[in-house]
């Protein structure tokens, strides 16, 4: 049987090896309409409370590190209409996953 900490040694593993994404989302650019959110592979992006200019909600990013996280995979960007969300490598050593 594997225990806890075998299991939480494993998705560190795991995690390790996948890359990582630094989002950001020009919020006053959002129209809301959920693009982004829906189509996201590691669903790590939800509706956030705030509401823009435009009256919105912008999108905002939860991971719940090791294996939720932004994966870098650039969907999010590319479905985007209104160029509000955009994505860059993020930079971690092993540690810090
Ligand atoms: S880059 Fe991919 S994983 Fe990261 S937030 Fe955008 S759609 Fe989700
Ligand atoms: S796809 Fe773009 S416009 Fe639509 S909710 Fe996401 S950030 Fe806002």
Known sequence: MVTEAEKQRLLE????????GDV???????????LCIAFCPKKVLVESDRINEK???????VEKPPVDVCINCGFCERICPDFAIFVKEKKVNNSEQ
């Open 13 to 20: 593993r795991e995690a390790a090896t996948i890359p990582r």
């Open 24 to 34: 950001y989302i020009v919020e006053e650019r959002c129209k809301g309409c959920g």
């Open 55 to 61: 009256g919105y909600h912008p999108p905002e990013l």
